[in-house]
């Protein structure tokens, strides 16, 4: 059975999404071109990976983060550690260590996938890593995250 194009004709293989301008009130049909690459030149877009619970009852020290991404050429990216202290108080936002602005990637993308070593550090409970890349700041795909540190060996009372 051919899939249907809702009367549509193509003269490629993109999907149209009907689209509502909130601000006009205009109605379109837009389409996403993934030849176009993960370089948003309008809209920035982040990505927070799943809070580490390490140990219950000790506070983890995140010293280093291992990211494994694929070389689409180059990139900006913040890589930023966020964090609950024992007086609720949410950690890492202002701190300099626990914030770091990286450039990755080749000025020709090879396709390969690279690794690159972000020294970044935070002591909290909840530890959670949020990677941001700007509008126009270079395609970027991370394909493995690996936090390294330690973790305290007695429980706190």
Do not use: H, W
């Amino acid at each position: 059975m051919a899939q249907s194009t809702g009367g549509v004709a193509l003269s490629s293989r993109l999907t149209l999404y009907p689209m509502l301008n909130a601000t006009t009130g205009t109605v379109g049909f837009y389409a996403f071109d993934p030849a176009g690459g993960f370089n948003d030149p309008v809209a920035s877009s982040f990505y927070s990976f799943k809070v580490e619970d390490v140990a219950q009852g000790r506070t983890p020290t995140i010293s280093r983060v291992i990211v494994t991404y694929r070389d689409l050429g180059l990139v900006i990216a913040v890589f930023m550690l966020t964090g609950t202290q024992d007086n609720q108080v949410v950690g890492g936002l202002t701190g300099s260590g626990s914030m770091q602005t990286v450039q990755m990637g080749n000025q020709s993308a090879t396709g390969k996938l690279m690794t690159k070593f972000v020294d970044i550090s935070l002591t909290a409970q909840n530890i959670q890593l949020t990677v941001v890349r700007a509008a126009g700041a270079g395609p970027l795909s991370i394909a493995k995250v690996l936090m390294c540190g330690r973790v305290e060996l007695g429980e706190y009372a």
